[in-house]
């Protein structure tokens, strides 16, 4: 692909061109494109690592021009130090090894600069998927890696680098591009309009049922049967067709949902909000609403029988705490 000119984006290097970071981002997003396009099983790996591999492409080229003069562009690299040059003070690189994805978003975030780290990480995860199981997925999970991958680059392009995304690529990439996502967008659109017409969904399983997967494809579009009360739902992956009750949709969703939240608790020493379920034993108990959001059950014992302390969802089978039931055990 020949280097274009200044008059198709803002952001040029010394000579005039673009740089070699953004034009490999450019590249790769292509070769993507036309491995998707070939509808094979055998290329559908290829075509989401080149769409990933893209995407943080042009994610690392605005942190090469964020980078401060003299610094070598630092915010490249995962390790840097700081340097007394003159009468100031600077930080330059060390290394070679590039930032990684955690790395990228941490930057953004300090840099207070708009990254979709949703659609980032869901992205990395039909990367990470699909290349164990390139021959199960179907064309809309592939579909879905276009749809993020779409969102994510037209937000680079234009929020971060001052490109529009016609004026870089091919002719026909960003309108098949866009096509599909376009697509994929009214499903997604369809089955969240489904799981919006449930009843008596619990306030804490909200979020989680925006995060469905189906656990034998993977893919997001999971439509609801209108109108069913929320422990009654059954879900149809429009992509594989596999059917799930409630029970067997929600904790996944759930996990993915309290992840971050249930990480900083434990390591600050405080309980996660999610635990087994002493009546089903699913990982879907609220702990703060007592209730399961997998068969809607709660505690049958909140406080001891015996001394009236609290009980832990572990001290559900004989209503005592775990001393009472201790110093019971003695007594017999």
């Known amino acids: 692909m020949a280097a274009s000119t200044t008059k198709r984006g803002s952001k040029a290097t010394a000579s005039g061109g673009r740089s070699p970071l953004l034009e490999n981002a450019i590249a790769s997003i292509e070769v993507g494109v036309e491995d998707y396009k070939q ?30 003069p003299g610094s070598n562009n ?23 090894k590039t930032v990684d994805v955690g790395q990228i978003i941490d930057r953004f ?37 276009v749809a993020r991958t779409f969102v994510l680059v037209a937000s680079a392009l234009e929020d971060h680098l001052a490109l529009k995304p016609h004026d870089v690529f091919r ?24 799981i919006d017409s449930l009843s008596n969904v619990p306030d804490a399983a909200t979020d989680a049922l925006a995060c469905l997967e189906c656990a034998k494809c993977g893919s ?36 993915t949902v309290y992840a971050g939240e249930a990480y900083d608790l434990i390591k600050d020493g405080g309980e996660p909000s999610i635990g087994t379920c002493p009546e089903c034993g699913a990982e879907a108990f609220h702990i703060e609403d007592d209730e399961c959001l997998a068969c809607g059950e709660t505690r049958s014992y909140k406080e001891c029988l ?3 302390a609290p009980l832990g969802l572990d001290e559900q089978e004989t209503g005592l705490c775990s001393y009472c039931d201790h110093m019971t055990s003695k007594d017999d």
């Not at 509808?39 to 090469?64: I, Q, T």
């Not at 002719?171 to 489904?194: H, I, N």
Request: hydrophobic share 35%; charged share 30%; proline share 3%.
């Open 171 to 194: 002719k026909g990439v960003w309108k098949t591009m866009l096509s599909e996502a376009e697509t994929f967008k009214e499903m997604e659109d369809r089955c969240r309009q489904s």
């Open 220 to 255: 997001s579009l999971m439509e609801a049967a209108a109108g069913a009360p929320y422990l009654e739902a059954t879900f149809t992956c429009r992509a594989c067709g596999k059917t799930a009750e409630i029970s067997e949709a929600i904790p996944s969703a759930l996990a």
């Open 306 to 308: 015996r001394c009236s």
């Open 74 to 96: 630092a915010l490249l690299y995962e390790k840097v130090e700081f340097q007394r040059r003159g009468s100031g003070v600077v930080f330059v690189r060390t290394g070679k």
């Open 109 to 145: 975030r300090g840099l207070g600069l708009s990254l979709d780290q949703r659609r980032l990480e869901q992205l990395q995860q039909i990367r990470n998927d699909i290349e164990h199981h390139a021959s199960q997925y179907s064309h809309a999970k592939l579909q879905e890696a």
């Open 39 to 68: 509808r094979d099983p055998r290329r559908a790996a290829s075509a989401v690592r080149n769409f990933y591999a893209g995407v943080l492409l042009l994610l690392k080229e605005k942190l090469r021009l964020e980078s401060p």
